[in-house]
Structures are given as structure tokens and as C-alpha cells.
């Protein structure tokens, strides 16, 4: 996205290389431009020379020497992680663009890797090279925005990828659209509020429409740590190449599936239309992941938790004075396949949520919301409990009848999986389901599982990070605490491996 040849040389004419009132820093201005269709150029190259469908190289002006730079051998101490895919997505073009360019939905499409982001239209120097159009032009897609974001591994023990990089768009021909990243590093102009340790090389997704659908090339191009990890649990991890640009068109495909989900099960009163109540449950499943990912972050909020212990098994206690509310988030190896380790979570975590549950009947399932190919679940399970019970969230029916709610959304991939719960009162599920408001109070408890090794949901170990919260007696001691929540991780870690 920058100004477009013509209109930049009409400037460069207009100005004569001089810096003029009107042009502010033209000089600076054309170096930032130059830079930036260098990066374009790079992606377009890179795409050509992976047999693609691109066909043909931009012909942009002498910018050699800034594209060379961007083949530069890597800095003391870090390496290259390169990748490129492509494939059709079941999205509109205009869609993937929106997806790309707005910040805050790319976070949430890609909360799997996506963690912490901040952006900001760029001012200054790089905001001479956005046209001021208004918000219902097309050419507002063509925003340059300087991006500041944290890219990390659902399991805490993994290193967190800072970055800051611009982000802008350019049309390549009709219908076909470069979405560009390019580190800030490049820019000797500008300088990033965040303390990066990872440099995004030119890197990007292409886009041609295809009717109703798009066919996307990604491109991941870093510059990261050459950590030594051999004796990590996370050096398994990186054989499957879990940043790789094939997990991110798989993410872009997981959303849409996802909201294709179809109902099977229905046996609670659905007051409004079907489609709202879907949305309310996505938009439910999809805040639980997003509270859940902050958890298992490799530091979690300051303000919401006091670190207790970090020996194995990390303890956290609420901060909130009114409520003994802890939390215990833990990583481990396990020799079984992905797949058999989700198979076997999906029931447990209800359990982990009843404790009383394995002397009781399996609850209800009172809805399930299934996508077509069964990766993705959100279910509805209804226990129906004994008045005398103590529990803060009981709540009394119409029938007389006492029942708790537990919400859950499973889903698989070959690059990470996920089993994800809550409880959630009757007076939740009613909003909910009968009006379509989204005002739970979400605890999640549950479990990310990344494959370890290339085999994908198939491999022959896992890596498993579990992250449950409990409201323990307000007269414990810490270590009485510390005791309570390190067994209940030891033991659901022993049953799964249990499954060897």
C-alpha cells in the first residue's frame, strides 16, 4: 500500500529532490517508499521462484540495492525459519484483505499464535505514503499501519517472537492483492516502542479472487533466535514447523469452518433464531480460548494473578481480594499420539470440572455445535445436581429441578489442538441461548496438545499443557494450596500417561 508510482514520481518531479513546504521530509519519504515496494518486490520474487501461480516480477524502478539487503546473511546468534504455502480459501477477497489489515480481527483468527498486539496507523514519514481516502473508498483497504506483536506457542515454557513491522497492501493487477510485512529494522527512520528480539524479513500473504472463494500464497520469512534447545521439551516442537505458513491458511480455514458449525444436538429452549445463537456460541468459545491462551502465556497478567510457586507446576492465586480463586498451568511430554491424548481429554476435562462426576452418571449433552468435519465442537453438558449440594452456581428452575452447565469447545489440527472448558449458570445459558447476550463469567480450564514431532495429530508423542483453575477453602495455608493443586495436575497427567 504506498502511493502509487505515478503519483509518487509526479511528487519527485514536482519537488526536484528538494525538500519543499507541503512535502515534508520528501527525501525520507522516498527512501520509506523505496523500502517498501523493495519488500514487495521480495515477496513477488519469492513466490515466483516456489513455482506458484505467480508468473511474472513487478518491474519497480532501480531498487536493487534494497532488495539484495533483504538477503543478507542473518545477525550473530539468530537463523532464517522460511516457509511458503498456498491453497484456496472458501473466503471472499475482500474478506481476506479486511482479515488481514484490521489488527484486532488477524489477532483473533490467529489467537493460536497471535498473543499480545498493538498497531497504529503510521504517522510522520509513513503516513505520507497512505492516500487520505475516505472511510468507504476501496482504497482505504491501503492503510500503512505499523504493527508491534507477540508471537508464541500455546504452552509457556516456548519463546515468545517479538516483532515490529509495517504492514501495508498493494494491488498487483485487478483482483490480485500483495498484503506485505517488513520488519521496522529496515527503516532507518522509524523505531519500534517495543524490545523486539525477532525480525520479520519481507514476508506476506498474496491474494487473487476466485468468484466467490480466494487462492492465497503465504509467505513466513523470519529472522529468529538460534536457540539451543536440544535438552528443552520444546525442541521436539520444532520439527513440525508450528509457525510454518501452511498452519496459518489452516487457521484462516478453521474460521470459516467454524462458522458453517451446524447444530445435532438441541434440547434446551431456543427462543431466537438459530444463526444468532450459533454466533453467541462461537463468540462464547472463542473468548474461553482467548482467556485461556492469557493463562498459559509465558507470563500471565501481573494484575490479575500473584505468582504462588514455579517449581514444575506454576501456582498462581486471583488477585481479587474477594474471591480464593488459583490457578495451576503446567507443560509436559507425553509418549502418545495427539490424537489419542485429545480423545481422551475431551471427556476427562468434563470430569475435572465435576469432581464428583466419575460417581455419577454422565451429564446431558444439551447442545453441540459441530462443523462438517468434526474438528470442532462446542458442547452444552447439563448435570442435574442434589438441592443439599453446595455450589455457587446452582441455579433453581422453573421444575424445581437444580442443574449446572458446563460450556466446552474441543478442536483438532495437525498443528495443535485444543480442549477448552467452563462452567457457566443457568441464568448464563439462558442469555445466551434465549437473547443472545454474551455476559458469562468464563473460567476456563483445560488443555492445549502440540504434536511432537512431523506426524502431525499422528505423531508419536505430544506436548501437553494444562491450565485448571479451583476455588479452594478461604482458610488454607500456601502450602496446603500448593499441595491441593499440584495433585490434581499429577493425577490427570498420570491418567494420560496412562495412555502409552
Known amino acids: 500500500m504506498g502511493v502509487e508510482a505515478k503519483e509518487f514520481d509526479e511528487a519527485l518531479s514536482s519537488s526536484n529532490g528538494v525538500v519543499k513546504e507541503g512535502v515534508p521530509k520528501f527525501l525520507e519519504m522516498q527512501e520509506c517508499y523505496n523500502i517498501c515496494m523493495a519488500a514487495y518486490k521480495e515477496i513477488m520474487t ?24 533483504f538477503r543478507e546473511p542473518p545477525s550473530p546468534g539468530m537463523e532464517i525459519e522460511y516457509s511458503i504455502e498456498s491453497g484456496i480459501v472458501p473466503l471472499r477477497l475482500d474478506n481476506v484483505v479486511t482479515t488481514m489489515t484490521n489488527v484486532d480481527e488477524w489477532a483473533s483468527v490467529f489467537c493460536n499464535i497471535v498473543h499480545n498486539r498493538t498497531a497504529e496507523v503510521s504517522s510522520g514519514v509513513m503516513s505520507n505514503l497512505a492516500p487520505n481516502t475516505p472511510p468507504h473508498n476501496r482504497d482505504n483497504f491501503k492503510c500503512v499501519k505499523t504493527i508491534n506483536a507477540e508471537l508464541l506457542l500455546p504452552m509457556p515454557c516456548a519463546p515468545t517472537r517479538k516483532f515490529s513491522f509495517i504492514r501495508f497492501l498493494r494491488e498487483v493487477i485487478p483482483d490480485v492483492w500483495a498484503v506485505v510485512d517488513v520488519s521496522t529494522d529496515y527503516f532507518p527512520h522509524l523505531s519500534s516502542t517495543l524490545n523486539v528480539n525477532c525480525k520479520r524479513r519481507p514476508s ?14 503465504w509467505i513466513e520469512n523470519m529472522e529468529i533466535h538460534n536457540y539451543n534447545v536440544e535438552d528443552s521439551i520444546y525442541s521436539g516442537v520444532n520439527s513440525n514447523l508450528a509457525f510454518d505458513a501452511k498452519h496459518w491458511i489452516s487457521m484462516l480455514l478453521t474460521k470459516e469452518k467454524r462458522i458453517q458449525s451446524k447444530f ?15 454466533h453467541a456460541l462461537l463468540t462464547l468459545a472463542r473468548r474461553l480460548k482467548m482467556v485461556f491462551l492469557s493463562y498459559i502465556a509465558e507470563h500471565p497478567d501481573e494484575n490479575k494473578w500473584d505468582l504462588l510457586s514455579d517449581t514444575g507446576i506454576k501456582i498462581l492465586k486471583d488477585t481479587d481480594a474477594q474471591r480464593n480463586n488459583y490457578m495451576a498451568v503446567t507443560t509436559s511430554r507425553v509418549e502418545a499420539t495427539p490424537l489419542s491424548v485429545f480423545n481422551f481429554l475431551v471427556k476427562r476435562n468434563r470430569q475435572l470440572q465435576w469432581p464428583c462426576l466419575e460417581e455419577m452418571a454422565e451429564p446431558e449433552e444439551v447442545i453441540n455445535l459441530v462443523t462438517d468435519d468434526h474438528s470442532n465442537c462446542i458442547t452444552i453438558h447439563a448435570k442435574r445436581v442434589n438441592q443439599n449440594e453446595s455450589t455457587e452456581r446452582v441455579m433453581q428452575t422453573e421444575s424445581t429441578e437444580n442443574f449446572e452447565y458446563v460450556l466446552q469447545e474441543a478442536s ?41 514431532g512431523s506426524r502431525g495429530h499422528l505423531s508419536d508423542a505430544s506436548i501437553v499443557t494444562m491450565a485448571c483453575q479451583l476455588e479452594l477453602e478461604a482458610d488454607l495455608e500456601t502450602g496446603e494450596v500448593i499441595e491441593r493443586m499440584s495433585n490434581l495436575v499429577s493425577g490427570v497427567f498420570e491418567a494420560i500417561n496412562g495412555l502409552q
Open 46 to 69: 519469492l513466490a515466483l521462484k516456489a513455482n506458484t501461480w505467480v508468473v511474472d516480477i513487478p518491474v519497480l524502478g532501480s531498487i536493487e540495492k534494497l532488495h539484495h539487503m
Open 264 to 278: 445435532v444436538t438441541v434440547k434446551l429452549p431456543i427462543m431466537n433464531h438459530a444463526f444468532s445463537v450459533r
Open 204 to 217: 506476506g500473504v498474496i491474494v487473487r479472487r476466485r468468484d466467490d472463494h480466494s487462492e492465497v500464497i
Open 412 to 452: 483438532k489440527d495437525e498443528f495443535c489442538s485444543f480442549i477448552i472448558s467452563s462452567q457457566i449458570d443457568q441464568s448464563e445459558v439462558n442469555s445466551a441461548l434465549g437473547f443472545g447476550q454474551l455476559s458469562c463469567s468464563l473460567r476456563p480450564f483445560g488443555f492445549s496438545i502440540i504434536p511432537d
